[in-house]
């Protein structure tokens, strides 16, 4: 597996710079793939909590109940601890898309940029789809900073020098 150096990327991860919270997102899902992400949270037995408005309940048993419309106009939110220095929050606002984000504070350093990568070569090889990292705000706008590219199963750097 290649892989990233944190020499490289760091500007990238500066939280001062760049936003504290960059955005994970995986395109193009339906309810299948968050099946499969949910599956993959209980089989890796990450910790993890739901959350509605300001009420904690379980996981959903089905990816259908993220999306009730009876839960219309509040905010909903799994988040997700896939390494214990981790944080992944998972914004379930449509089917069609994953949107979700993780604290850049938490990846700081080689050791922490390599945990970040497992990450998402777990969840996109889970769901057999490319899991895009955006700077914080932008996945609409600009182009992803690093990838798990799906058809090559790894991990890039996308975003090249700061400057």
């Known amino acids: 597996m290649e892989i990233i150096r944190w020499v490289d990327v760091a ?15 995986v395109p ?3 309810i299948a793939d968050w099946e ?6 209980r089989s890796e037995g990450w910790r993890c909590e739901y959350e509605i408005g300001d009420e904690r309940r379980p996981l959903p048993a089905a990816a259908a109940e993220l999306f009730d419309p009876n839960l219309e106009g509040l905010l909903r ?9 981790l944080e992944w929050i998972i914004r379930p606002w449509t089917p069609d898309e994953i949107v979700s984000d993780v604290s850049l504070h938490e990846i ?9 990568c497992r990450f998402l070569r777990t969840v996109g090889a889970a769901l ?20 798990y590219e799906s058809a090559e199963d790894r991990v890039a750097f996308l975003a090249g020098s700061w400057r």
Do not use: H
């Open 11 to 25: 500007e990238w991860f500066d939280p001062s710079q760049n936003g504290s919270a960059p955005d994970v997102v």
């Open 28 to 30: 193009g899902t339906a």
């Open 36 to 41: 499969a992400l949910l599956g993959l949270i």
């Open 77 to 85: 939110s799994v988040w997700v601890w896939p390494d214990p220095g």
């Open 108 to 116: 700081q350093g080689q050791e922490r940029l390599d945990a970040f």
């Open 128 to 147: 057999g789809k490319s899991v895009l990292v955006y700077a914080e705000g932008a996945f609409d706008s600009y182009p992803p900073m690093m990838a």
